[in-house]
């Protein structure tokens, strides 16, 4: 595997003298449910589970939990029911008082606070966003969506108009004088989330906000949340017990188990380097196809050849690189085309001299941000490895077909069960999101079931000439 960048957003912080102040800080936090609390995180700080501590009639719903938000950043909160998500986030926005610990917002620290001055601090500088939507069944979808603004008590036709551009944000234009009955789940949940938006502050927590919705429209959700969040720049602490979902939407990624934090680390850093057992567990059915993008998995662009060069110094280029094909780009990397070496050899038997005319323009071109479920289908297209070129045409990257093979492999698995597309669900409740079964991943699917799971990218190639019609790289077996 080539090395994994991360990072797919860049992050804004707002910066002091000392550094950067998180969105949101949990420091050391504790929330335990019943009479003997106290007692409990003495035990659990010692390092008890919460299961040897039953006798104390307690329940730790969340156990020492630290990390730090980043201004513009998606921090998703994943783990199974009951494992502490709801209480946690109600902890960060001051609706529970934590036994133990606290949460700071922008550098002031809400526990403790005076009730008044906590309900001024988060109705300026933080909005939820519910699972069941939490709409007003008998006012308009723009009186719902302008509550936040009415509730910090800003005069009504200010909040209307703000509330118009949300929707307008959200792709509800039209839908202002409707009631909330009148709209499906997905819409609703769009007014919920024009609802924070409209409010204005700059953190949003959402907790379980995708979990009730349709597959296709939970993933329609997901994107343009993501889209919105790069626009908005907002901090959005996500809550999912999906796996899948949490490696799409988060920046990081926070598992809990049983009130602990696992692991806090990219989708990337999770899937290939997990914690433990427990966090392994969960990665490995994951759709590594739709976490891993282009440029975790693209290889230098080697060798690439200069437009001013003659047929005769590209086929040299890629004879001592063994390849039968190879990018031509300028020296500012802009990448003009390909060439392949079989046209080049008859062009230098029949004299040409010039590389103009033999360079194929019409190339599949990738973005470094596209998931890699998305290339198969280019891939198979393309006698040439794609490319990724980055926003500014420069070519960053290849990647040619056999690496797309081995990147479906689970890192470090001795056996490859095949389930590239089996997905992530980590709740046995039903609440099933299937968005990772896209009709596009039949090949994906096939191919993963052929591919070796930890073996090197040379003798994968050698498997994948007899791999799938989908993935058939029999023609340029030797392209790396
Ligand atoms: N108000 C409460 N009183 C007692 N126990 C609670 C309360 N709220 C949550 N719990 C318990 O805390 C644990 C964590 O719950 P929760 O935070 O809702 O988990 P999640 O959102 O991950 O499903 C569960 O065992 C739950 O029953
Ligand atoms: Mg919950």
Redesign the pocket.
Known sequence: MPPLLVGRRVLRGRTTEEGTVPAVRADKLYKV?GKRANKAVELLGDGRHRDEIKQLDV?A??IDVNFDVKAGEIFVVM??????????IRMLNGLLEPTAGTVEIEGTQITGLPPAELRRLRSQKISMVFQHFALFPHRTVLENAAYGLEVRGVPREERLVKAKESLGLVGLDGWEDHLPTQLSGGMQQRVGLARALAADTDIILM?EAFSALDPLIRRDMQSQLLELQATLGKTIVF?T?DLNEAMRLGDRICV?RD?RVAQIGTAEEILNDPANDYVAQFVEDVDRTRVLTASSVMEPPIPVIDPSHGPRAALRTMRENQTVSAFVVRRNRQLVGAVREGAIGEAVRNGVKELDGLVDGDIERVHPDTAVADLFHQAAESPYPLAVVDGDGRLVGVIPRVTLLAALAPIGSGDDTGNGAGGGEVAADGEGDSSVKGADEGGATAAASDAPAAEDTDSAAARASDGPPEADTAEEGSER
């Open positions: 449910f329940t719903a969340v783990g199974l029911s009951g494992s502490g998500k709801s209480t946690l907790d809550i017990h809990l009130g």
